[in-house]
């Protein structure tokens, strides 16, 4: 008897391989998806490409910033600019820890918004101030049209554009609202690198008092905005209609307008009084943000917990893999188990193990629910099933037949 890597006692270190892996019985789990999850060449070249023109954009967007506040600050908000950046990027990822998505498509999201989506807000907002300041007369009636007008509309229209191209370009893998706030956030960070570059560059000797603000106290404002486009494409991915998309994208584009501009107008009209408006309003929502996160990692605990019990039921996991599918102490838990007992090659089978098992229960789910595409787009059931018990054996063989 040895123990198993979640606290389990069995009779292998690995609670044991189903006896009735062999066959799925429809009873069991009646949907089914037909073709691969391989890309083919012509897309793999049109992703590199656009992550090659993101990059390029980016660069031009931190350029333009550089040119507007000179080399030596500009140095300085980029160094300072990297502290809420890696904030937010671990935000996301805490977000993101049940099914990451791939790297490639995070790069993509993340450039966008440090380079597209500045380089048009900044054009058009310059445009919208320059203009109204010039049929009023007035510069301060130029800055507050562009901050509590121009700027949400624009922004939130830019950032949510880079979100929108993902999800039509990886539909297929967009499984629900966790993604789509994910793909914004990454989005979200990037706008905020660049646009925090900017702020920090020409901050002078208020430098301190606005990285606290802008650095400290509020990196997740871009984030909190941009979440209700990627959210409300979240639904539209987990809808029977591929043309529900165009509905749900307007109202969460109106959504994050309005947060925007909102949030913009209490801080403008805030004044010296700045710290309440912070502690009784923005404060609050970022709580209640969070606890919506805390919510919706919940729920995606128990769709990966009761989807891989209909598969146990048709003998794919023992009741135990499944316990530990779905608690992320116990993953960790085995993943350490596997390369204490196995080294790092049954630590990285585990690592597979997991991750295409919690991938079967998200496109169950998603079929479950009608998405038609997936009978035509969707991974392929039994070839995924298939690599979860080579997965498991590399884990048993690599741990010496434990």
Same mark, same amino acid.
């Given at each position: ?101 791939? @790297? +490639?498509?995070?790069?993509?999201? =993340?450039?966008? /918004?440090?380079?597209? *989506?500045? #380089?048009?807000? $900044?054009?058009? &907002? ?115 209609? @591929? +043309?529900?998309?165009?509905?749900? =994208?307007?109202? /969460?584009?109106?959504? *994050?307008? #309005?947060?925007? $501009?909102?949030? &913009? ?122 690599? =979860? ?14």
């Amino acid at each position: 008897m040895s123990t198993s890597p979640y606290g389990v006692t069995g009779t292998t270190g690995w609670p044991g391989t189903p006896s009735t892996a062999t066959s799925l019985q429809p009873a069991a789990v009646p949907t089914q998806w037909a073709g691969g999850r391989g890309r083919n060449g012509a897309a793999t070249v049109v992703a590199a490409l656009g992550l090659a023109l993101a990059g390029l954009a980016a660069l031009a967007g931190i350029a333009f910033v550089m040119l507007q506040v000179g080399v030596g600050p500009g140095l300085t908000g980029t160094l300072l600019a990297l502290v809420p950046l890696a904030v937010v990027l671990w935000g996301v990822r805490w977000l993101d820890r049940w099914e990451p998505e791939p @790297r +490639g498509a995070l790069v993509f999201a =993340l450039l966008w /918004g440090a380079g597209v *989506a500045v #380089l048009v807000s $900044a054009v058009v &907002n310059d445009l919208a101030a320059w203009t109204v300041a010039n049929a009023t007369g007035s510069m301060d009636a130029g800055v507050m049209v562009a901050a509590v007008v121009s700027a949400p509309i624009v922004e939130e229209t830019a950032k949510g554009a880079g979100v929108l191209a993902l999800f039509l370009a990886r539909r297929r893998y967009f499984d629900g609202v966790v993604d789509g706030i994910v793909y914004a956030g990454m989005v979200a960070a990037g706008f905020a690198f660049t646009e925090n570059i900017l702020y920090f560059g020409r901050a002078g000797d208020a430098l301190a008092e606005t990285f606290v603000l802008r650095g400290l106290a509020t990196p997740f404002a871009h984030l909190l905005f941009t979440a209700c486009t990627g959210a409300a494409l979240g639904l539209a991915a987990r809808s029977r209609s @591929r +043309g529900s998309v165009w509905w749900l =994208l307007p109202i /969460g584009l109106l959504g *994050a307008m #309005l947060a925007h $501009a909102a949030w &913009n107008l209490t801080s403008v009209l805030a004044g010296g009084s700045y710290l309440s408006i912070y502690v009784l309003v923005q404060v609050p929502v970022f709580l209640g943000v969070v606890a919506i996160a805390l919510w919706l990692r919940g729920k995606e605990r128990q769709v990966v917990q009761h989807r891989l019990t209909e598969y146990a039921g048709a003998g794919w996991f023992a009741p135990h893999e499944v316990q530990m599918l779905s608690s992320l102490r116990l993953r960790r838990a085995a993943v350490d188990w596997a390369g204490r007992t196995g080294g790092p090659v049954a630590a990285d089978a585990m690592r597979s193990f997991q991750q295409r098992a919690t991938t079967l229960a998200f496109r169950r789910q998603l079929a479950v629910n009608g998405r038609a595409d997936l009978r035509t787009h969707g991974l392929d059931e039994r070839e995924t099933l298939a690599s =979860l018990t080579a997965d498991r054996s590399r884990v048993l063989a690599s741990a010496g037949g434990l």
